[in-house]
């Protein structure tokens, strides 16, 4: 009896650990693309509505408080009341402050690359803060900042705007 009560123990034990330790989250997100840049860098509002953003993201837990991962993202708006779509790969590091209690802000960092309709490829440069509520639900401001090769040197496309993204890990 007492080894029974003993390996159930250990095996409650060690599967709680298991699910604390969870090391692979995917998530998929959604949200708003918001003008800012564009209002502040470009001299005034040239950004039409609606605007749309959809993304799927892989996340490895290096450790509890760092996640290593990539992003596969589509984003559509318009620039100066044209049409714009843009495809992105990116790699993120996020940092997560509080990963334990039940609202966890993090901050993170990512570089890829965009595919835009008009023909166009931009490495981007990807900052990004939010919050992670319970184990699921994450909120986050990402700003995909572009820049073109122009002779050599990058110069930035203030062209691209911000993202507020809801999402969901699992």
């Given at each position: 009896?007492?080894?029974?009560?003993?390996?159930?123990?250990?095996?409650?034990?060690s599967s709680i650990t298991l699910q604390a330790q969870k090391k692979h989250l995917f998530?998929?997100?959604?949200?708003?693309?918001?003008?800012?840049?564009?209002?502040?860098?470009?001299?005034?509002?040239?950004?039409?509505?609606?605007?749309?953003?959809?993304?799927?993201?892989?996340?490895?837990?290096?450790?509890?408080?760092?996640?290593?991962?990539?992003?596969?993202?589509?984003?559509?708006?318009?620039?100066?009341?044209?049409?714009?779509?843009?495809?992105?790969?990116?790699?993120?590091?996020?940092?997560?402050?509080?990963?334990?209690?039940?609202?966890?802000?993090?901050?993170?960092?990512?570089?890829?690359?965009?595919?835009?309709?008009?023909?166009?490829?931009?490495?981007?440069?990807?900052?990004?803060?939010?919050?992670?509520?319970?184990?699921?639900?994450?909120?986050?401001?990402?700003?995909?900042?572009?820049?073109?090769?122009?002779?050599?040197?990058?110069?930035?496309?203030?062209?691209?705007?911000?993202?507020?993204?809801?999402?969901?890990?699992?």
């Amino acid at each position: 009896m007492k080894r029974n009560i003993i390996l159930l123990a250990i095996l409650l034990t060690s599967s709680i650990t298991l699910q604390a330790q969870k090391k692979h989250l995917f998530e998929i997100g959604a949200g708003a693309v918001l003008p800012l840049s564009m209002m502040f860098y470009m001299g005034g509002p040239s950004f039409g509505g609606p605007a749309i953003n959809a993304y799927g993201e892989y996340r490895y837990a290096i450790q509890d408080h760092i996640h290593l991962g990539g992003q596969l993202g589509y984003k559509a708006y318009s620039k100066e009341k044209i049409p714009m779509h843009m495809i992105s790969a990116k790699a993120h590091l996020t940092a997560n402050i509080l990963p334990h209690r039940k609202v966890n802000p993090y901050a993170g960092l990512g570089i890829g690359y965009g595919f835009f309709t008009n023909g166009s490829n931009h490495f981007l440069l990807v900052p990004r803060i939010g919050i992670q509520i319970g184990k699921h639900l994450r909120i986050a401001l990402e700003y995909d900042m572009a820049y073109e090769n122009k002779s050599g040197d990058y110069d930035r496309d203030d062209h691209v705007p911000q993202s507020f993204n809801v999402a969901w890990t699992f």
